[in-house]
């Protein structure tokens, strides 16, 4: 960040009075802008034991599967979210479950939380976003063609926890080390 979004003025990386960390401050007006992570939200469809996933039309990780999922956007409720994105990604209608996965990734500021849902109809093509959308069973994932960490680790817990048919929400940090991580575009 350069400039203050308030009044236009250039902007400081200080610790502001009272505070415990560096944030942007506008020397002319006192704006302290906050900046926090950002909020991914999707689902995990499913359609008589298949999983319907995405292939990526956009960076990044273009050409590579994944399941539905985006930033949250505002006024949005994390399920409206998750129903919008599954829409918008593969132009299905799911009813959601209930809430999976949640994955903390602190090296990019983002928070992604996955719901189980069960897709309403095989009524499903690509969205403006997506390259292809297929269902697949477990066998049948391209699992060394997967987009992200969390969608691999979303889809493991899946399918380890359908056999005893209780899915308990999992929360898990994908930490790298210096910060960085190893999955280039």
């Known amino acids: ?14 610790i502001p009075e009272g505070d415990d960390r560096e944030r ?9 802008h906050y900046q926090n992570p950002k909020i ?18 956009i960076a990044p990780r273009q050409g590579l599967w994944t399941l539905p999922a985006g930033f949250l956007e ?16 593969a132009r299905a209608s799911v009813e959601l479950d209930g809430l999976y996965t ?6 990019i500021s983002q928070v992604y939380l996955f719901f189980r849902a069960r897709l309403m109809s095989e009524d499903f093509s690509a ?3 997506s390259e292809a959308v ?15 960490p969390v969608i691999h680790d979303s889809l493991r817990y899946y399918f380890d926890d ?4 209780e899915f308990p929400v999992r929360l898990a940090d994908i930490v790298y080390p210096g910060g960085v991580s190893p999955v280039k575009d």
């Open 40 to 57: 991914v939200a999707g689902c995990i469809p499913v359609w008589e034991g298949q999983i319907l996933l995405c292939k990526r039309a």
């Open 74 to 89: 505002l006024g949005e409720t994390l399920a409206q979210g998750a129903i919008r994105e599954t829409w918008e990604e």
């Open 127 to 129: 969205g403006p976003e």
């Open 162 to 165: 359908c056999p005893r048919g």
């Open 24 to 32: 942007f401050v506008c020397d002319a007006c006192g704006a302290i």
């Open 1 to 14: 960040m350069n400039f203050c979004s308030h009044c236009g003025q250039p902007v400081t990386s200080r």
């Open 134 to 148: 297929q269902l697949f069973r477990e066998d049948d994932i391209p699992w060394d063609e997967l987009a992200f």
């Open 102 to 107: 949640v994955f903390n990734l602190p090296h």
